[in-house]
């Protein structure tokens, strides 16, 4: 799967925060009953997740909704201003509470990680985007504000808030990435994990034997298993790392550092 194959941002930026704010004219009569600009981007959201963002075309839409193309043009200008819309509609978050735990904000980080993890993974297209300036939509801002609305206790400034978050995203997202390509491999190469290391297992026994790699050899023979989580040890780790940021900040009475001196 290439990387960034789409940006966010690409179309019209002013027609695309109308059509996500509903601020934008309406079509006065649908060319075809039923459909809704709503529609479009959830038969859109069906046709990256089935068969990629590379199939999600005006035309492709139009045929999945039984119109012609033309039609679409009266809901949303073109493709550019569909991602951006495609992009808020999967982001939608729940409308349960408990999603982001009842905890502290360490719960409400763990749980954001895994919520992500599971978002990306639903939709792997995702990982196709440029999403580095996305468009914001009343999706995107409500997941801010209900995960910003719990990790406020941490005692960070808030630049720091949203570095946590952006913390987690970019490790998820990463995560992400490896879990799906190697689904990709297995797919595409028609060998499955062990298939794959078990062609390898003669070269490496050899290697290993050969004692140029002793610390490698060393290791114990479950080191690259499947049993272990690495997602949930890296999640942790990152974690880890946050807290002892919070606790030194709040044994040092909740101050957070100093900016830059102001310039007379």
């Known amino acids: 799967m290439a ?27 649908g060319p075809k009953p039923g459909l809704t600009l709503e529609r479009i981007v959830e038969v859109a959201v069906e046709v990256a997740d089935r068969d990629g963002l590379g199939a999600v075309s005006m035309r492709r839409i139009a045929t999945e909704l039984g ?20 992009l808020d ?20 980080l763990e749980a954001l990680g895994r919520a992500t993890l599971a978002l990306y993974r639903r939709h792997t ?29 941490m005692g960070l ?24 390509h190697g689904e990709e491999a297995e797919r595409s190469s028609g060998l499955t994990d062990a298939q794959f290391w078990q062609a390898q297992e003669p070269a ?17 023979e479950d080191t690259f298993g499947a049993g272990f989580d690495h997602f949930e040890f890296g999640l942790q780790r990152i974690l880890d790392g946050l807290e002892v940021l919070v606790t030194a ?16």
């Not at 990982?127 to 914001?136: A, D, F, G, I, Y």
């Not at 490496?204 to 114990?220: E, H, N």
């Open 125 to 153: 297209w995702l990982l196709e985007v440029n999403q580095s300036r996305p468009v914001l939509g009343p999706s995107a801002l409500d997941g801010m504000e209900k995960v910003l609305a719990r990790i406020k206790p």
């Open 157 to 180: 400034t808030d630049p720091e808030l949203v570095s946590a978050i952006v913390m987690i995203d970019g490790y998820v997202v990463g995560a992400a990435r490896t879990q799906v």
């Open 204 to 220: 490496l026994v050899k290697a290993m034997t050969s004692g140029r790699y002793p610390v490698l050899a060393s290791l114990t």
């Open 67 to 86: 119109t012609g193309a033309m039609s679409l043009y009266r809901y949303v200008p073109g493709k550019g201003e569909l991602i951006d819309l495609m």
């Open 249 to 264: 900040r709040g044994a040092a009475g909740g101050s957070a550092p100093a900016g830059p001196p102001s310039q007379p």
């Open 89 to 108: 509609r999967v982001q939608r978050p729940s409308e349960d509470p408990g999603d982001f735990g009842d905890g502290d904000w360490r719960t409400a």
């Open 3 to 29: 990387s960034g194959t789409e940006t966010s941002g690409s179309g019209d930026i002013g027609r695309t925060l109308d059509l996500l704010w509903d601020t934008g004219r309406r079509p006065s009569r």
